[in-house]
């Protein structure tokens, strides 16, 4: 009898066993999925240096943002970009113990000053990183020790290749000699080949615009490029030292962007606005001249007539893709400015 009740009813016995052991399970289940999970998201923000580097990868690109601490391989003094690769090349577009798009100089035409510490301001003193959001770091630094500028960084990761750059500055002292601001940033590309990079040009209003490349023949030599239209001079004391921002090439840029090439790839900067900035280069890095340097791909910005108090910057794009053609490097810089670019 109860032999055949057992069996009457197996199925739904079986069916009510499956369903206690899902039951019992499921905690188990849901656990492990959350560990999973867990375990994933803090892999993706694993940070090389915690409180000293922002980790972002988004569309195609993955970025290491960094203040100036040393970590790893990486130098202190050096702070931006520390690393930037892109799905298709994987290898840092930045040479890895240094950076780019890094804070360098604030100078104002008057002081020069030979102690690397202030020659090198924004490097050598105090800044920190945070993380804003799961796209956005932002880097600040408080009153610098001799000009006595704040500021802030922020980049933004936008897909599929470009990191958005928005900087903003206060000067909170009358320090700045000769009425203007100059500043200055540093991009150090890991590559031993492609040194020059190119902007569309003219050596005159009068002459057809072109592509230029500017390929500077040694470090502080014909090292930077004006806009064609800007014709205020920021002027430099007699017996100012040559540096990368007071030494011109005979050509000048129409358009506020360049791009340089390492092998497939196109590393472009674009601006939000020509006449304050200015493009600058070196084939060495400030090293000398030989065939095992690599090249900075840099520029500088000024601003005039400055007050203390009020607030100063910028926004520009950094694009990391593989190169297409100069077309579409014309096109980048179109779609994010909305300015149509007329070529001959």
């Given at each position: 009898m109860w032999r055949g009740l057992i069996t009457k009813h197996l199925p739904e016995n079986k069916a009510r066993l499956r369903k206690g052991l899902i039951m019992k399970?499921?905690?188990?289940?849901?656990?492990?999925?959350?560990?999973?999970?867990?375990?994933?998201?803090?892999?993706?923000?694993?940070?090389?240096?915690?409180?000293?580097?922002?980790?972002?990868?988004?569309?195609?690109?993955?970025?290491?943002?960094a203040d100036n601490t040393e970590?790893?391989?990486?130098?202190?003094?050096?702070?931006?970009?520390?690393?930037?690769?892109h799905k298709a090349d994987t290898v840092n577009i930045f040479r890895p113990r240094v950076a780019g798009l890094n804070f360098e100089h604030i100078f104002d035409g008057q002081k020069w000053w030979e102690p690397a510490e202030v020659l090198f301001e924004p490097r050598a003193c105090p800044m920190s990183i945070q993380r804003i959001s799961d796209r956005t770091a932002e880097l600040h630094q408080g009153p610098?020790?001799?000009?006595?500028?704040?500021?802030?960084?922020?980049?933004?990761?936008t897909d599929p290749h470009y990191i958005d750059m928005e900087f903003t500055c206060i000067p909170r002292a009358e320090t700045f000699d000769r009425g203007y601001i100059g500043l200055f940033w540093a991009s150090y590309i890991n590559t031993k080949v492609d040194k020059g990079y190119y902007f569309i040009g003219r050596k005159t209003v009068e002459d057809q615009k072109q592509w230029?490349?500017?390929?500077?023949?040694?470090?502080?030599?014909?090292?930077?490029?004006?806009?064609?239209?800007?014709?205020?001079?920021?002027?430099f004391v007699e017996g100012y030292p040559p540096r990368l921002f007071n030494n011109y090439m005979d050509y000048r840029y129409s358009y506020p962007f360049y791009y340089g090439r390492r092998g497939k790839m196109a590393w472009m900067l674009m601006f939000e606005q020509a006449g304050p900035v200015r493009f600058s280069h070196s084939?060495?890095?400030?090293?000398?001249v030989g065939?095992?340097?690599?090249?900075?791909?840099?520029?500088?910005?000024?601003?005039?007539?400055?007050?203390?108090g009020e607030k100063y910057g910028f926004k520009a794009r950094l694009v990391y893709k593989p190169f297409v053609s100069r077309e579409d490097i014309i096109e980048e810089y179109e779609n994010w400015s909305g300015e149509k670019v007329e070529m001959p």
């Amino acid at each position: 009898m109860w032999r055949g009740l057992i069996t009457k009813h197996l199925p739904e016995n079986k069916a009510r066993l499956r369903k206690g052991l899902i039951m019992k399970k499921l905690p188990l289940f849901l656990l492990l999925l959350v560990c999973l999970l867990c375990c994933g998201k803090k892999k993706a923000v694993e940070e090389l240096s915690p409180g000293h580097t922002v980790t972002i990868q988004a569309g195609d690109i993955k970025a290491v943002f960094a203040d100036n601490t040393e970590f790893g391989v990486h130098r202190a003094w050096y702070n931006g970009v520390a690393f930037l690769s892109h799905k298709a090349d994987t290898v840092n577009i930045f040479r890895p113990r240094v950076a780019g798009l890094n804070f360098e100089h604030i100078f104002d035409g008057q002081k020069w000053w030979e102690p690397a510490e202030v020659l090198f301001e924004p490097r050598a003193c105090p800044m920190s990183i945070q993380r804003i959001s799961d796209r956005t770091a932002e880097l600040h630094q408080g009153p610098t020790s001799l000009h006595k500028l704040e500021s802030w960084t922020r980049f933004t990761v936008t897909d599929p290749h470009y990191i958005d750059m928005e900087f903003t500055c206060i000067p909170r002292a009358e320090t700045f000699d000769r009425g203007y601001i100059g500043l200055f940033w540093a991009s150090y590309i890991n590559t031993k080949v492609d040194k020059g990079y190119y902007f569309i040009g003219r050596k005159t209003v009068e002459d057809q615009k072109q592509w230029v490349e500017i390929n500077s023949p040694a470090h502080n030599i014909e090292s930077s490029v004006r806009y064609e239209l800007d014709e205020r001079d920021p002027g430099f004391v007699e017996g100012y030292p040559p540096r990368l921002f007071n030494n011109y090439m005979d050509y000048r840029y129409s358009y506020p962007f360049y791009y340089g090439r390492r092998g497939k790839m196109a590393w472009m900067l674009m601006f939000e606005q020509a006449g304050p900035v200015r493009f600058s280069h070196s084939p060495t890095s400030g090293a000398p001249v030989g065939p095992g340097t690599e090249p900075a791909w840099d520029f500088h910005y000024l601003f005039y007539d400055y007050k203390v108090g009020e607030k100063y910057g910028f926004k520009a794009r950094l694009v990391y893709k593989p190169f297409v053609s100069r077309e579409d490097i014309i096109e980048e810089y179109e779609n994010w400015s909305g300015e149509k670019v007329e070529m001959p």
